[in-house]
């Protein structure tokens, strides 16, 4: 059975959508599928048939708050198995490694699958294909270059994702640093 909830974000309200995981001695919630952002290419959109159950998703609201909130800086949720080819998986699980704060670019994600070279614009289809939009955070992967590049929910809310981890100003910092010699 697919469940899904709303919840509001800085971003927009998000899309949750979830199935049915009961867990011994609590209340039950949803093991995540996705997380959407309106707007987002390729993202999940409310279907008939689904059951609007918000409790099943308290604890992944209570997270996506405290994140937005600048007090968590990992999630800690249950997600669907068997979701994505075991490519990438790889990937997905290699972006979440990435730690809050930190960027990185596709071609060290393609480096850490054992895909470099031609390999990155695969992990790069991979890392769009992400169902889980901010908790998997493949906001945090960058342009070889330092620029921002494809994100499904839109560059705007990359950069703001940035901004709130301070990724922006650490990566500002360490691409406009003076020279000694030059000061």
């Known amino acids: 059975m697919t469940l899904y909830a709303t919840v509001d974000s800085p971003l927009g309200e998000l899309l949750l959508v979830g199935e049915r995981q009961p867990e011994a001695g609590r209340t039950e919630q949803a093991a995540l599928v996705s997380l959407s952002l309106p707007g987002q290419k390729g993202g999940a959109v409310r279907q008939e048939g689904w059951t609007h159950v918000p409790a099943a998703f308290s604890g992944a609201a209570a997270q996506l708050r405290e994140y937005f909130e600048g007090h968590r800086t990992r999630f800690e949720l249950v997600y669907a198995e068997g979701r994505g080819t075991e ?11 990435v730690p809050y704060g930190e960027t990185v670019s596709y071609g060290q994600i393609a480096e850490r699958v054992g895909a470099s070279g031609a390999g990155v614009r695969a992990v790069g289809t991979a890392i769009g294909r992400n169902p889980l939009l901010v908790v998997r955070p493949c906001h945090r ?43």
């Open 87 to 97: 490519f990438q998986r790889r990937v997905w699980s290699a972006v979440e490694a």
């Open 141 to 183: 992967v960058i342009g070889a270059d330092g620029a921002l590049r494809g994100y499904a929910g839109g560059l705007e809310r990359k950069e703001r994702l940035l901004g709130l981890e301070g990724a922006l100003a650490a990566r500002t910092a360490r691409t406009t640093r003076t020279p000694l010699a030059a000061r």
